[in-house]
Each structure stands twice: as structure tokens, then as C-alpha cells.
């Protein structure tokens, strides 16, 4: 017994100079960092036989500190798109090692700044890896003034760029952002995957369009900002997974009491002014009721919850299976099957 109890002594004692010898000497910080360096410098590169999203934005305008605003990614084979890029949403796409080597284009809901403020950092980060082609930024009319915009306000980051790094590096090109304004219906229909944009409701804020992602069997809508309506209805009928604008009204009016009670009556008429054009968790309830849906996901979180106790009370009114999303998570459905796996 006491020879054990010396050994262990002594195995601890070894473990601990080991574990001393890795965080204080410059060989051991450095054997240390070439691990995680490995990990920062890769990209999710597996292939994957059907349609898959990943979160990269699950936030409003209100504020978090673990959520980015409005993004969702879609890919299918080799296709990816971006459904906006609000602010935040660049670094979240890169922390979780997307390939943006393979963007196609960003698709726009419509121009609130919550759902454009990272375009650039997108189009930055594709252009470095990569990408063959200048970044589509894709939306309803007036998209092109976004672009050139975006465009002229970034001109000379994108010289610092090119001079910096080279044209063979970063063919000028092909980081200028390239405006291409879609009417409503089909508008892509390529190597299998077909895209439709269908109109929502965020009024007085239009057009507003919605996304619907179809791929071997398989399909995917996005909403962006809407009160639920039947055109919404319509477009999410059959859907394997929705992707879900979603307010909650208890929540809401809880801030905006607060707020007033402060006399920061600004802030609450604000708060107020949103109830009326985003989908309230009780309409999302009783969508759930009239249609077929395979998942329903909320995202586009106003607020976003901040604890267990917020959490509960945004569920209220919800389907008992609508799934809080938070960035970074990803959906995978494998073509012509009909498994949703939630990761
Ligand atoms: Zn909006
Ligand atoms: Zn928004």
C-alpha cells in the first residue's frame, strides 16, 4: 500500500514537471500552439451527399455577446450561399472553418442593416481563400445600390489589399462585389439545386423575400424578417426544415416596460415599433399547426435569450419542438432520405 501511494507521488510529481515543461519553455509552448495552429488553419473540407445549413447568425439587432446577426449558410455538394450576412456573422463562418473558398453568392432578405453590416467581411474572407469568382450578392431590387455602396466604401481596403498581397494573390477582381437583383419565383436552378424566392412581410420594409432551398430530395426554407402569412405558409408546406425569424411579445414588452419605467421612452417606443413585423412565437405555433414541417428552427432571435429563465418564457406559444438555434450549429439533410440531424 505505501509502495503504491510512493508510486503515485512520484508519477504526479513527473506529470507536473511534464505539464511545467510544456507551459513555461518555449519548445513545450511551442509543441503546444503547433496543435491548435493545425486546428485555426484548417477548413471543414468533408463532403457531404445532400443539404445542409449551418447557423452563422442567430441574432437581431438587439444585442449578444455569443450571437452574431442574421446568416444562415446552405450548401449542397459543392454550391454554398450565404442568407445574409449580419454583423458578426463573418467571424463565425470563420471560427467554424467553412470553406468560403466555395461561395457562390449571398442572398439577401431585404436591406436592414442587421442583415448586410459583414457583406464585406464575407466577400474579404472568400476572396483570401480563394473563391474563383467575384462574390454574387443576390436580393430583391435595390440590391445594387447596397453593392455599390458597400463597394465605394470599402475601395481603398481593397487597394491596401491588392498592393499589400499582390494581384496573383488577390486578383482585384474578384474582390468587387457584383449586384445581381432577382424578380420573385426560380431564379436558380443548377447542378441539382434549385432556389426560389418567395415574398414576406416585413412591411413597410419592402421587397422582403424569403429563400427556399430545394436538393436531392430534400429542402430548406429561410424566411429572413416577416409576420407569418399565407404566402409563408405556402412556401414552408413540405419543408424538411424552416428557418424562423421569431419575437418574443412577453419578452419584448418586459424590456421596453423596463426601459420606460428608466425613462428611456425612445428606447421603448422602439422596442413597441418591432412587435408588428416579425413572427411572434404564438403565430409560429399556430403556423406549426396548418402545415407539414419537418423541423421547425427559430433564428433571428429578438431578443436573443440570455439564460434559462428568458429561454423559458420565448417558448411560450412555440411548438414543443421548435429548436433555439445558436451559431455555429449545423443541419444536415442526406439526400433522398428523410433524416434531420441537428449537431
Ligand atoms: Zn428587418
Ligand atoms: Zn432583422
Not at 441574432?59 to 445574409?84: H, N
Not at 441539382?192 to 426554407?221: C, M, N, Q, W
Not at 429572413?224 to 412577453?250: H, N, P, R
Request: net charge negative; proline share 6%.
Amino acid at each position: 500500500m505505501k509502495k503504491i501511494g510512493i508510486g503515485l507521488l512520484a508519477l504526479a510529481a513527473l506529470l507536473g514537471s511534464a505539464s511545467f515543461a510544456l507551459f513555461y519553455t518555449h519548445a513545450g509552448q511551442d509543441f503546444l500552439f503547433s496543435q491548435g495552429a493545425a486546428q485555426m488553419a484548417s477548413v471543414d473540407i468533408e463532403t457531404f451527399d445532400g443539404l445542409e445549413a449551418m447557423v452563422c447568425g442567430s441574432s437581431s439587432p438587439l444585442p449578444s455577446a455569443t450571437r452574431a446577426q442574421a446568416c444562415i449558410m446552405v450548401r449542397a455538394g459543392e454550391q454554398m450561399f450565404v442568407v445574409d450576412a449580419g454583423s458578426g456573422s463573418a467571424s463565425v463562418l470563420a471560427l467554424n472553418r467553412v470553406p468560403l473558398q466555395h461561395l457562390k453568392g449571398v442572398l439577401l432578405t431585404h436591406f436592414h442593416s442587421d442583415h448586410i453590416a459583414d457583406l464585406w467581411g464575407v466577400n474579404l474572407n472568400s476572396w483570401v481563400a480563394g473563391r474563383p469568382q467575384p462574390l454574387l450578392v443576390i436580393g430583391p431590387p435595390g440590391v445594387d445600390r447596397v453593392v455599390s455602396g458597400a463597394n465605394i466604401m470599402y475601395s481603398q481596403d481593397h487597394a491596401y489589399r491588392v498592393a499589400h498581397h499582390g494581384s496573383d494573390l488577390l486578383p482585384p477582381e474578384l474582390g468587387i462585389l457584383r449586384p445581381q437583383p432577382i424578380p420573385l419565383g426560380l431564379f436558380f436552378d443548377y447542378d441539382g439545386l434549385a432556389i426560389t424566392a418567395f415574398p414576406v412581410d416585413h412591411s413597410p420594409i419592402e421587397p422582403a423575400y424569403g429563400y427556399r432551398f430545394e436538393y436531392k430530395g430534400r429542402s430548406i426554407v429561410i424566411t429572413g424578417d416577416t409576420i407569418v402569412t399565407d404566402e409563408l405558409a405556402a412556401a414552408a408546406d413540405g419543408v424538411d426544415v424552416l428557418f424562423t425569424d421569431a419575437l418574443s411579445q412577453d419578452l419584448v414588452e418586459g424590456i421596453a416596460g423596463a426601459a420606460d419605467a428608466m425613462g428611456m421612452a425612445n428606447r421603448a417606443q422602439v422596442l413597441l415599433d418591432v412587435l408588428d413585423y416579425h413572427a411572434s412565437t404564438e403565430s409560429l405555433g399556430e403556423l406549426d399547426d396548418r402545415i407539414e414541417l419537418g423541423q421547425m428552427i427559430l433564428y433571428h432571435l429578438v431578443p436573443p435569450p440570455l439564460n434559462g429563465v428568458t429561454e423559458q418564457i420565448f417558448r411560450r406559444g412555440l411548438p414543443s419542438d421548435a429548436v433555439i438555434s445558436y451559431d455555429g450549429m449545423r443541419v444536415r439533410l442526406p439526400a433522398d432520405s428523410e433524416a434531420i440531424e441537428i449537431r
